[in-house]
């Protein structure tokens, strides 16, 4: 029922509509979810707070995290996952909308924020497609003004299934209970290319194969690909969509795009490794790290 009332995927058209009708925005909630590698050096807040969708709040994935683990954006506790939505002025019946700014990879972090949502037993979320940069090229009204919104009411219920940790990956190398698909680009994966953080070289973990997620997308309109598409993109990788799947990348973003596009073709009991590769390579036995340059 969630798929027909509130549709993953939402053009820009369906948005400004939305905008366009009086006081229907009471039942929705716009978040700028956008995110930036640390190599791109980009200020996702400051940017936001320049230009944005009307009403939209900021939904920020560092600061909605587990702080004590020392990771990038790890999925939150309970407790701040509602106090932070609760600020965003989300209840249990909110429509959640969100996009993110990133010209090359729209659908970047947007559906990290969608991932997370749904981790704590909200459906009621959709993903604007082409994000900003889309709006912004058709003619979407933008504001720099940055609306009050009333303190929100939400009960979370987190469904642990979607999120795995380093000890279930290892778990799996020995019994194989799911198969690991890896978003990040093949040189990363491969080892021959360098990964975003300087305290961290490319490789990839034993088991684990690899599709890139910028290959689940039109790059010239920043959509998502068909579903036959999609499809065979999952097939060509020797990756059953009918068994169990956990996707990774580099701290737990770009998976959630492979997520995202095999929910579009009906798989719901994925998950996602969150400390993925930024972990694994930290913490992880040498052995346990393949492709790593010497």
């Not at 039942?27 to 930036?36: E, G, M, N, T, V």
């Not at 230009?51 to 920020?60: E, N, S």
């Not at 990348?249 to 997520?259: D, E, Q, Y």
Request: proline residues 7%; aromatic residues 10%; glycine residues 6%.
């Amino acid at each position: 029922m969630h798929r027909a009332y509130f549709p993953t995927l939402i053009t820009v058209k369906w948005l400004k509509d939305l905008i366009s009708q009086t006081g229907v925005l009471s039942k929705y909630r716009i978040l700028d979810a956008s995110w930036h590698l640390p190599s791109a050096k980009r200020d996702a807040i400051k940017e936001f707070k320049e230009v944005h969708i009307p009403g939209a709040q900021f939904f920020d994935v560092d600061e909605c995290a587990d702080k004590s683990r020392n990771l990038p954006h790890m999925i939150p506790s309970v407790k701040v996952f509602e106090e932070y939505v609760n600020n965003l002025g989300i209840n249990n019946d909110t429509h959640v909308i969100v996009y993110d700014n990133n010209a090359q990879f729209p659908l970047f972090s947007a559906q990290r924020v969608w991932m997370t949502f749904r981790s704590f037993g909200h459906e009621k979320v959709s993903i604007l497609e082409g994000g900003l940069p889309k709006w912004i090229a058709e003619n979407g009204p933008v504001t720099e003004k940055i609306e009050t919104v009333p303190i929100g009411q939400y009960k979370s219920n987190f469904n642990s299934n979607l999120i795995k940790q380093m000890a279930d990956i290892m778990n799996n190398l020995k019994n194989s209970e799911f198969q690991l698909v890896d978003a990040r680009p093949e040189g990363r994966f491969k080892g021959i290319a360098p990964e975003p953080r300087d305290d961290t070289k490319p490789g990839c973990i034993p088991k684990s194969v690899n599709i890139p997620f910028m290959n689940t997308m039109n790059l010239n309109d920043r959509t998502m690909k068909s579903p036959e598409e999609l499809r065979q993109l999952f097939q060509s990788a020797g990756v059953d969509l009918d068994k169990p799947v956990v996707f990774t990348c580099g701290s737990g973003t770009t998976a959630c795009v492979l997520a995202l596009a095999s929910y579009l073709l009906g798989k719901e009991n994925f998950a996602i490794y969150d400390g993925s590769w930024t972990e694994w390579y930290r913490d992880a036995p040498p052995e346990l790290k393949l492709n790593v340059p010497q």
